[in-house]
């Protein structure tokens, strides 16, 4: 089945699958979810910081405002270029984000 496109795969197919490509055991579930939530935490506070609604980065990012509420509830998963494009979007180098990022994560460790 791991050769088969996502759209062919059935939900069992995907929920194996996701297992076995991220080696997660199903006990690192809560510390995953916390450390999520530290992540989109972030986020949504440099926006504040810079003085940003929603609708700002929004146009910024050429997407509409429901994005945003997306990606900062945890409903968006974003990749690494999709998290740069928020960095720029709200005037923030990835380096600067990595660097708020890094002590937030490293205290819930």
Do not use: K
């Amino acid at each position: 089945m791991v050769g088969m496109p996502a759209h062919s795969r059935g939900v069992s197919d995907l929920g194996i699958y996701a297992y076995v490509a991220t080696d997660c055991p199903p006990w690192a579930n809560g510390h995953r979810r916390r450390t999520r939530e530290i992540l989109l935490a972030l986020l949504r506070d440099l926006r504040e910081e810079a003085g940003l609604r929603q609708e700002d980065a929004a146009r910024a990012l050429r997407r509409p405002q429901s994005y945003v509420s997306n990606y900062e509830s945890g409903g968006q998963r974003l990749d690494v270029l999709g998290m740069w494009q928020v960095c720029r979007a709200i005037d923030v180098t990835f380096t600067q984000f990595a660097r708020r990022l890094d002590p937030r994560l490293t205290r819930r460790a």
